[in-house]
């Protein structure tokens, strides 16, 4: 098992062995392909993304005007427009001539009527053992400031708890705030039966209020917590009242727990096949969810990852929920706001592919680094501990799969098929992108592109411990439309080249000797090139325990992403062949609906128009 000080790492004579190590980086799951073993720190991760959205304000704030199209929702009474197929039509949007592909929708969401209302609770309820017990759906309210601990008492702050039980399934409560005066600045923050911390939400877009995804799973309780927003407002401990810092905002609140919030509204719009959209909702509205012209949820959010994106994208970021899709063909789409009770704004914006922007012929080219490269890993995280690391090339870890020098050449050309099939053939042969192109080069074949325009690189060697990274694979952005053109990858080699004793993620636990070794190695660290490649040209991870085996599954199910087949021995005859496909968004990642990472990827690579 991977622990914080722990890693297998590469050791003199190519051999793996767990060896102590400086505590390497969390790598953000989103972007990585961690091994089956892998513990999260779930802090760490989360200093890391509140880094970069610092860094993605910074770029949005620059990015290009243009006044957009403005449109305003129509429905006068609830139920007009609350499906896909009553969809209020936004015409003059759009990315051909004389179409504007910047929108901004204004609506409204009703909440549901039929909540039942409860009288507000007594203080005090100011800590975990102290908490109202409530059920849901359920509105009350109360008022942050009356407690013994507010600005007539103690002055640490008050805090109002409130008790969830579990029931004999797991059920997902959405709590949201609502502070009539203004007065209070909200915060909202989930913990466990013990105390640990399990998330929060401060304002939503625009407005000082707030709202949380509460997970209550079956036979467990799980506490809400109401407070003033701001630095000494959640308390050190909340098993005990009186454990804040300061008084910080007071006044009055609504709170709401419910699981359905019936008023949804949709608008259609018409997209190209390859048009990139983004869109982010704002105010009242904590969803956003995209439709194909079938009905299909193609996207679904309540969350803003944009964060992730690359620095070059031109997407919208910020807001409630972010949504990012790419149009597999022409047609008329559906963008939803959903999960609210109040007014809110949508942006939506369409962008064509980034390279379709270069000169004509121009194409992206993907390079596969086989010899040991220097990477800047800042690229990949913020923590003191990046910078440039130098990585081992590809034939060091021959011996951990009982291989030699004379392999290599082998190995290499098997990698090189893999990932030729998976995104030179297949992108080709099955995507909707006429214009498709790609070039794949290799550090063995051909001479270094790196650094030179529209070019990104896969470098597949190194370890953990050179690389300082805890994980297989990592990309540096997750870029529909791949606008960065120039980003980097890694694919380490310690763990996949580990004794098949160490992790269940190495390559060795499906080697026999009915196995064609070389091939079976070859397949499968193509597919891993194949799936960072994947992230840096548009595509999330997809759900890596049903039943199809794709090259977007998120880690976790190491066997279907190395293509093993019912035998569970690799490289035999009844293996899989591994590839991208429309498949369910992974639904540990917060994201709902199909993905089309097929045709995803295949428009990341389009030839230059111009």
């Given at each position: 098992?991977?622990?914080?000080?722990?890693?297998?790492?590469?050791?003199?004579?190519?051999?793996?062995?767990a060896?102590?190590?400086?505590?390497?980086?969390?790598p953000?799951?989103m972007?990585?392909?961690?091994?089956?073993?892998?513990?999260?720190d779930?802090?760490?991760?989360?200093r890391g993304?509140?880094?970069?959205?610092?860094?993605?304000?910074?770029?949005?704030?620059?990015r290009?005007?243009?006044?957009?199209?403005?449109?305003?929702?129509?429905e006068?009474?609830?139920?007009?427009?609350?499906?896909?197929?009553?969809?209020?039509?936004?015409a003059?949007?759009?990315?051909?001539?004389?179409?504007n592909?910047?929108?901004t929708?204004?609506?409204?969401l009703?909440?549901?009527?039929?909540?039942?209302?409860?009288?507000?609770?007594?203080?005090?309820?100011?800590?975990?053992?102290?908490?109202?017990?409530?059920?849901?759906?359920?509105k009350t309210?109360?008022?942050?400031?009356?407690?013994?601990?507010?600005?007539?008492?103690?002055?640490?702050?008050?805090?109002d708890?409130?008790?969830?039980s579990?029931?004999?399934?797991n059920?997902?409560?959405?709590?949201?705030?609502?502070?009539?005066?203004?007065?209070?600045?909200?915060?909202?923050?989930?913990?466990?039966?013990?105390?640990q911390?399990?998330?929060q939400?401060?304002n939503l877009?625009?407005?000082?209020?707030s709202?949380?995804?509460?997970?209550?799973?079956?036979?467990?309780?799980?506490y809400?917590?109401?407070?003033?927003?701001?630095?000494?407002?959640?308390?050190s401990?909340?098993?005990?009242?009186?454990?804040?810092?300061?008084v910080l905002?007071?006044?009055?609140?609504?709170?709401?727990?419910?699981?359905?919030?019936?008023?949804?509204?949709y608008?259609?719009?018409?997209?190209?096949?390859?048009?990139v959209?983004?869109?982010?909702?704002a105010?009242?509205?904590?969803?956003?969810?995209?439709?194909?012209?079938?009905g299909?949820?193609?996207?679904?959010?309540?969350?803003?990852?944009?964060?992730?994106y690359?620095?070059?994208s031109?997407?919208?970021?910020?807001g409630?929920?972010?949504?990012?899709?790419?149009?597999?063909?022409?047609?008329?789409?559906?963008?939803?706001?959903?999960?609210g009770?109040?007014?809110?704004?949508?942006t939506?914006e369409?962008?064509r592919?980034?390279?379709?922007l270069?000169?004509?012929?121009?194409?992206?080219?993907?390079?596969?680094?086989?010899?040991?490269?220097?990477?800047?890993?800042?690229?990949?995280?913020?923590?003191?501990?990046?910078?440039n690391?130098?990585?081992s090339?590809?034939?060091?870890?021959?011996p951990?799969?009982?291989?030699?020098?004379?392999?290599?050449?082998?190995?290499?050309?098997?990698v090189?098929?893999?990932?030729?099939?998976?995104?030179?053939?297949d992108?080709?042969?099955?995507?909707?992108?006429?214009r498709?192109?790609?070039?794949?080069?290799?550090?063995?074949?051909?001479?270094?592109p790196?650094?030179?325009?529209?070019?990104?690189?896969?470098?597949?060697?190194?370890?953990?411990a050179?690389?300082?990274?805890a994980?297989v694979?990592?990309?540096q952005?997750?870029?529909?439309g791949?606008?960065?053109?120039?980003?980097?990858?890694?694919?380490?080699?310690?763990?996949?080249?580990?004794?098949?004793?160490?992790?269940?993620?190495?390559?060795?636990r499906?080697?026999?000797?009915?196995?064609?070794?070389?091939?079976?190695?070859?397949?499968?660290?193509?597919?891993i090139?194949?799936?960072e490649a994947?992230?840096?040209?548009?595509?999330?991870?997809?759900?890596?325990?049903n039943?199809?085996?794709?090259?977007?599954d998120?880690?976790?199910?190491?066997?279907?992403?190395?293509?093993?087949?019912?035998?569970?021995?690799?490289?035999?005859?009844?293996?899989?062949?591994?590839?991208?496909?429309?498949?369910?968004?992974?639904?540990?990642?917060?994201?709902?609906?199909?993905?089309?990472?097929?045709?995803?990827?295949?428009?990341?690579?389009?030839?230059?128009?111009?």
């Amino acid at each position: 098992m991977l622990t914080a000080g722990v890693a297998l790492a590469l050791v003199a004579g190519g051999q793996s062995a767990a060896e102590p190590l400086a505590t390497p980086i969390q790598p953000d799951p989103m972007l990585a392909f961690l091994p089956a073993e892998a513990q999260v720190d779930w802090a760490a991760v989360q200093r890391g993304r509140e880094a970069r959205k610092q860094n993605r304000a910074q770029v949005s704030s620059k990015r290009g005007a243009g006044q957009p199209l403005t449109y305003t929702e129509k429905e006068t009474g609830q139920g007009a427009n609350d499906a896909p197929s009553r969809a209020e039509h936004v015409a003059g949007f759009g990315t051909g001539r004389g179409r504007n592909p910047k929108l901004t929708i204004t609506g409204g969401l009703a909440g549901d009527p039929a909540i039942p209302v409860a009288q507000p609770f007594a203080e005090t309820n100011d800590a975990i053992p102290l908490a109202s017990a409530v059920t849901s759906p359920l509105k009350t309210s109360g008022r942050i400031g009356d407690g013994p601990h507010g600005s007539g008492g103690t002055r640490t702050g008050d805090h109002d708890f409130y008790k969830l039980s579990g029931g004999t399934a797991n059920r997902t409560v959405v709590v949201t705030t609502d502070t009539p005066t203004g007065d209070l600045d909200t915060v909202l923050v989930s913990y466990d039966a013990n105390g640990q911390l399990l998330n929060q939400n401060d304002n939503l877009a625009g407005i000082t209020d707030s709202r949380l995804q509460v997970v209550v799973p079956a036979g467990q309780d799980v506490y809400v917590l109401v407070t003033s927003a701001g630095a000494g407002g959640i308390p050190s401990d909340p098993m005990k009242p009186g454990t804040g810092k300061q008084v910080l905002t007071e006044g009055p609140y609504d709170v709401t727990f419910t699981e359905n919030e019936p008023d949804k509204d949709y608008f259609s719009v018409d997209l190209k096949a390859g048009d990139v959209l983004g869109a982010s909702a704002a105010g009242k509205a904590t969803r956003v969810v995209v439709h194909d012209p079938a009905g299909r949820e193609v996207f679904g959010s309540s969350q803003d990852f944009s964060f992730l994106y690359a620095d070059t994208s031109p997407l919208p970021a910020g807001g409630n929920a972010v949504a990012d899709f790419v149009a597999p063909k022409d047609g008329r789409y559906t963008v939803g706001a959903e999960n609210g009770d109040g007014r809110y704004d949508i942006t939506v914006e369409a962008y064509r592919p980034g390279s379709e922007l270069n000169p004509r012929p121009e194409v992206l080219t993907v390079f596969l680094d086989f010899n040991g490269a220097r990477v800047n890993t800042r690229v990949f995280s913020n923590e003191p501990t990046a910078g440039n690391k130098d990585l081992s090339p590809l034939k060091k870890f021959l011996p951990g799969w009982g291989l030699t020098d004379a392999d290599e050449n082998k190995v290499v050309d098997g990698v090189i098929a893999t990932v030729r099939e998976n995104i030179e053939k297949d992108l080709a042969a099955k995507g909707t992108n006429r214009r498709f192109g790609v070039r794949i080069l290799n550090s063995r074949d051909h001479a270094d592109p790196w650094g030179q325009p529209n070019v990104s690189r896969v470098v597949v060697g190194g370890s953990i411990a050179e690389s300082g990274i805890a994980t297989v694979g990592i990309a540096q952005s997750i870029d529909a439309g791949n606008f960065g053109k120039e980003e980097t990858a890694l694919v380490l080699l310690d763990i996949l080249s580990a004794p098949a004793a160490q992790t269940g993620t190495s390559l060795n636990r499906y080697i026999t000797p009915a196995s064609d070794k070389i091939t079976f190695i070859g397949r499968a660290i193509g597919n891993i090139v194949a799936h960072e490649a994947g992230h840096m040209s548009g595509s999330w991870h997809t759900d890596q325990f049903n039943a199809l085996d794709a090259i977007m599954d998120q880690g976790g199910n190491p066997k279907g992403m190395f293509g093993v087949g019912p035998d569970a021995v690799g490289g035999t005859a009844d293996d899989v062949d591994v590839d991208f496909h429309e498949d369910v968004l992974n639904p540990n990642e917060g994201f709902t609906g199909l993905e089309d990472t097929l045709n995803r990827t295949a428009w990341g690579y389009t030839k230059g128009g111009n």
